[in-house]
């Protein structure tokens, strides 16, 4: 059903949109994924990459493939550390361009940690951040008022650093939220305590 507008006692009511977000759950805990695509800034970031690592890798191989009659004594040794270091660049280009663009929370509660993960396409995870549920400070809700979603974010300790989890409506956010305060309570555990 698409957006609809109905009057419900006199005051409009708008039918909640589908979510932006999925939760799976695994043996280990669960997944955020959000099902929007990947921003226009990392596709062509990505793309610059992937062609800036091509020349590099290109001109890597030419460097390495000059005859060597055209290199007297100690230039045979600056052509090597050239190419050495046009194809360290090219793998860090070729790297990131490769990364991937789907980005998901893994809420691990059998080891206790949250992690920030970006799936490449082969789906492949990277591992961009790691928190333990000790040092997440709060979960609460940043809402913006002019496109009216509000972004689930996690406090990191208590500083202004935040993590965030979703976005979507408040009412969408709210099972997930108090799911998430739910796994981060942490009892801390006293030195000295008899066993």
Known sequence: ?????????????????????????????????????PSLGVIVSQAVSYFLGACFLTACFGILMLPTMMFDGDLGVMRIGAATLMGAVAAYLLWFASRGTRAELHVDNSIGEIREVIRNRAGRPTTVGCYGFDSIGG???????????????????????????AEGSEAQLISLRDRLGNDLMVVPQTLGQAA
Do not use: C, H
């Open 139 to 165: 979960v609460f809700m940043d809402n913006d008022e002019e496109t009216g979603l509000s972004t689930l974010v996690l406090r990191y300790r208590n500083t202004v650093q935040t993590v965030p989890v």
């Open 1 to 37: 059903m698409s957006d609809t507008n109905v009057s419900v006692q006199g005051e409009p009511y708008r039918f909640a949109k589908t979510s932006t977000f999925e939760v799976e759950d695994t043996y280990w805990g669960y997944i955020v994924r959000s099902k929007r695509g």
